[in-house]
């Protein structure tokens, strides 16, 4: 399969989420939405790229934990154990849906809120 094959058969899966998610069948607190998926013709390549309009996150997962260990803030164990689960349901539900991340790092994971590690720390 070559690359303009792929991205229209990627294009065509995310486009069926997008449907599904739209219809409120598909939602999930620990993945940021989908608000859009297109093609993406590159002239010089003559190929075909995946675009995918997501939600921003104004911070990110990895900005969050290196501010912590600048203010010597160490993160409990009960609160390390909570952004895992997040990041562990997420991927779950992902792969339950063919979908496979590609590029999982804390760069690209939206930071906790702060409410859930407090009940982290309550519990």
């Known amino acids: 399969m070559d690359n303009e094959d792929h991205a229209k058969r990627e294009l065509k899966l ?3 989420y997008l ?5 409120g069948k598909r939602k999930h607190a620990n993945i940021v939405q989908i608000m859009n998926a297109f093609e993406i013709e590159e002239t010089e ?3 075909s790229l995946l ?3 997501m939600e ?4 990110n997962l ?4 290196k501010m ?6 160490n993160l409990e164990a009960t609160q390390v154990y909570c ?3 997040q990041i562990l349901s997420g991927l779950v539900y992902c792969h339950e849906r063919g979908f496979a991340h590609r590029d999982l790092k804390p760069a690209n994971g939206c930071p906790p809120s702060p409410r859930i590690l407090d009940q982290a720390t309550d519990d």
């Open 83 to 85: 952004i895992l689960i």
């Open 56 to 59: 921003l996150c104004v911070d």
């Open 62 to 65: 990895d900005q969050f934990l």
């Open 45 to 47: 390549k003559d190929a």
């Open 68 to 73: 912590k260990r600048n203010d010597s803030a």
């Open 51 to 53: 675009a995918i309009h």
């Open 14 to 16: 995310v486009r069926k």
């Open 19 to 23: 449907m599904n998610d739209i219809s």
